[in-house]
């Protein structure tokens, strides 16, 4: 599809997988130690479906410029005194009217925010309420492993004050290795109602990709993007739900311990199942768009190679569902 077809055309009712690692990083630390989130009972990571919106919406203000209307609201800006600007100063260019008789331009700050449109937004400033609902929601991340987290101890070779002696400064926590999946949803009728178009929705896909492998602060370097699959509805009220949960990790070979892992060369990552449950519900599908790295290595059935050779031989393929390589119709070969 063109992007001139994209802009015009309304977003397509459907579901998202979308599998990234971390080696040596900390993916999304908890708000008091800036630890690792692992889940008590299972030990797998846990990362915030907001720590992945975060990812797309920096990644889309950073390479926004100013002839794009696809601005981000939620974002990091300066005032003139120094400090981070509040909700009600990014949203005054579309406020009218003083004290009580305020109103804001709804329909403008929607249309001129892709962030909104995707995933919504809910303020109240004095007698100013807006609330939307985002038409993609993700739920929360996790590991398909078990993760090992590492204390790890920092070294200051410059004091920072006259007095100050070198030594040690603190502590961060990372996980050794974290293969992790988030399943998302795009609800159709809520894309209407902020008139969200399948440009937006390639945006959006770009910002996760990139955006993860864009990641460099001292705790993120170390993610990689590894799969995203796009699943797209023909009927209106069509619904898998939980994808995450039909994929696994199996050991490469019979050293693997898959809660030791290290490394996306130690585990492949069985499809069969996802796979299968796409076919029995092939009626329900216009087309699957992926992207993935060629590290990945994925299994359906006894077949094991890189996503594109196992997709091509996926039967629906043949018959009734369309595929499409995204990180090929993002960079078309010349």
């Not at 109240?124 to 985002?134: C, L, R, S």
Request: aromatic share 8%.
């Amino acid at each position: 599809m063109n992007q001139k077809n994209q802009k015009s055309q309304k977003a397509k009712r459907s579901e998202f997988l979308f599998c990234y690692d971390a080696r040596m990083a900390n993916p999304n630390g908890d708000p008091d130690e800036n630890r690792p989130r692992i889940d008590p009972v299972s030990g797998r990571n846990l990362v915030t479906e907001f720590r992945l919106k975060r990812t797309i919406r920096d990644y889309l203000h950073r390479h926004w410029n100013e002839n794009s209307p696809n601005k981000i609201f939620i974002r990091e800006e300066i005032n003139e005194k120094g400090s981070r600007q509040t909700i009600e100063e990014l949203a005054t260019p579309y406020i009218t009217g003083k004290k009580k008789d305020k109103v804001i331009n709804e329909e403008t700050l929607i249309k001129d925010h892709i962030d909104i449109r995707l995933f919504g937004l809910l303020f109240a400033v004095e007698d100013i309420h807006f609330k939307k609902i985002g038409p993609v929601q993700f739920a929360i991340g996790q590991s398909l492993n078990k993760v090992t987290e590492l204390p790890i101890r920092m070294t200051r070779i410059v004091p920072t004050k006259a007095d100050a002696k070198a030594g040690t400064f603190g502590e961060k926590s990372i996980l050794r290795y974290s293969f992790i999946a988030f399943h998302g949803f795009l609800n159709n009728f809520a894309a209407d109602e902020v008139q969200l178009t399948e440009e937006d929705v390639t945006e959006m896909i770009k910002g996760a990709w990139h955006g993860t492998n864009e990641l460099s602060t001292t705790s993120k370097y170390g993610q990689v993007s590894r799969l995203f699959i796009r699943i797209n509805y023909k009927k209106p009220n069509s619904y898998i739900g939980d994808l995450d949960r039909y994929i696994h990790m199996e050991p490469a070979n019979d050293k693997t311990d898959l809660d030791k892992l290290d490394d996306i060369s130690q585990f492949v990552l069985n499809i069969n199942q996802l796979l299968n449950i796409l076919e029995s519900n092939k009626g329900e599908l216009e087309s699957l768009e992926y992207a993935a790295s060629n590290d990945l290595i994925v299994k359906y059935g006894d077949t094991k190679g890189d996503t594109q050779t196992i997709l091509n031989k996926w039967p629906a393929k043949n018959k009734e569902v369309t595929l499409t390589n995204l990180l090929e119709s993002w960079n078309p070969k010349e």
